[in-house]
């Protein structure tokens, strides 16, 4: 990437480092070569590169210099080299590093046995010294010692980007009486492409004086957010008594192991004047459900609303959510993304932008991002390429492409409208909706590219191939195979075939089930 690198090595303050950090990420993991012998074109990046080169010189001219270990640090991360890059020829096709189901190509961790989280930080407002308020982490646990070099600078990188994600709606704050609390997460991921989610509970500490606000974060791996959201609730009732009941809490919960799916851990807590507490915290029995909460995204949008953001989601494009509140910004770009299902977003991916980094609408590649509505004004004065731009709080589009409805097949769409559930139906729990959400794209999925494996053709030595143009040509319907043909050249499905050109054996998952169902009702009518 000699295009970014001459540009972009200089010095750069927090805002632009980060945001560049993000799209040079982006570059590496598009600009992979397709697997010998494999049928499918190489991506081209030189627009990107020249794009993003232009992109960084204008930010730099805007916010100027500063920083050299964030310069340091985003030099080196230009140059590792990415995990999700195609070398097939080097992986070990049986190795699941995460624990997840490998087709998914998850970034998150779902293994039993995993401690509950990393960090537990407390985020304050302090008065810097122009009397504004900033976010400050005061305090963190667990206190980490002996640690290697790399694993300190990591570490040092992990918490000074923490706040700013915990209070990412600037520091016009003041002393207040009353506060809702506001549950919300965000997505940081390390230049190996692991990613690291901040389970967040914004709070009004108890007290008869008026009282800033403050963010208790559980920072972890694993991608249960049913789960840590109950964990919150548990730390803010503490909280309200003394933050000095959180921590015990906290210290038995890091003690116990993460479940197994469907399995429960039991955690027991003192409280002054309640005595000890049970808390039973159950993992769902479904990984691709753990964090995702269909309904906020159904009380914001229609069914039609959602279908049109699912087929510009599809085709990787930029996409901005709106909302009022962080906790239903979060939730529902969240789930956004859990509708691609097996299908996993590897772009530009931030549930709640914090005010510094604004300038993200103005990266040239696609990207996910949720920002709170206040900021409206600001973000259409950026000089934004084509976007749908989503407003939760109203359930409309402030600014679409205009081929949205055009995307998907129409006979598809009209039966996806027809099976998703509304707020009003007779679908009783929570994980009931989800799952009928869920398997509504999931048959999507299955009968627009179910008969893959039919087009991998395997050498002697056990290396695959993705045979794309009889994949194309085995659909029937000339507008599902049009849809298949865009869909073919996107990211999210060339990383799918690559790890499905690895092994004949397929991985079982939920995916795998409900394509074997499939199947076996299609031969089923045939015979």
Known sequence: MPVIKEQCNSRFDWQLLLSA??????????????????????????????????WCGRERA?????????ARFFRNSLVQKSSRRGDSQ?????????????????????????????????????KDTKGNYEPKITYQFPKRENLLRGQREEEERLLQAIPLFCF????????????????????????????KIGYCRRLLPSGRDARLPEVYCIVSCLGCFGL??????????????????VYPFMQGLRESPFPAPGRTVTIKSFIPESGTEQIELTRPLDSHLEHVEFQALLRCLSPEKILLIFASVVLERRIIFLADELSSLSTCIHSAAALLYPFTWAHTYIPVVPEK?????????PFMVGIQKRYLAEVQDQPMEEVLLVDLSQGEFLKWVGDE???????????????????????QTSEEFNAHVSDTFIQFFVRMIGHYPAHIKWSRNGTGSFQE??????????????????????????????????????????????????QEKKYRRLS
């Open 469 to 518: 143009q009889s994949f194309c040509k085995a659909l029937t319907s000339k507008t599902n195979r049009r849809f298949v043909k865009k869909f073919v050249k996107t990211q999210m499905f060339s990383l799918f075939i690559q790890e499905a050109e690895k092994s004949k054996k397929c991985i079982e998952g939920y995916f795998q089930q409900k394509l074997n169902e499939y």
């Open 228 to 245: 840590f959201s109950k964990i919150l609730d548990e730390v803010e009732k503490r909280r309200q008594i003394s933050a000095a009941v």
């Open 62 to 70: 805007i916010y100027g210099m500063a920083g050299e270990r964030f």
């Open 168 to 195: 990412p709606d600037g520091n016009e704050w003041a002393p207040l009486m009353e506060y809702k609390s506001e549950t919300f997460s965000f997505v940081l991921t390390n230049i190996d492409g692991s990613r």
């Open 21 to 54: 950090h993000r799209l040079a990420r982006e570059l590496q993991r598009v600009s992979f070569q397709p697997p010998e012998g494999s049928s499918r074109p190489a991506i081209d990046t030189k627009r990107d590169e020249e794009a993003a080169a232009a």
């Open 357 to 365: 980094l604004l300038s993200t609408v103005c990266c040239p590649t």
């Open 90 to 126: 080097d992986a070990n096709p049986t190795e699941n590093k995460s624990g997840a189901d490998i087709r998914l190509g998850s970034s998150f961790s779902y293994s039993a046995g995993h401690p509950f989280f990393e960090y537990l930080v407390v985020v304050s407002l302090k």
């Open 405 to 427: 409805e055009e995307i998907l097949p129409p006979k598809l769409r009209s039966e996806m409208l027809h099976s998703l559930p509304t707020m009003n139906n007779n679908i």
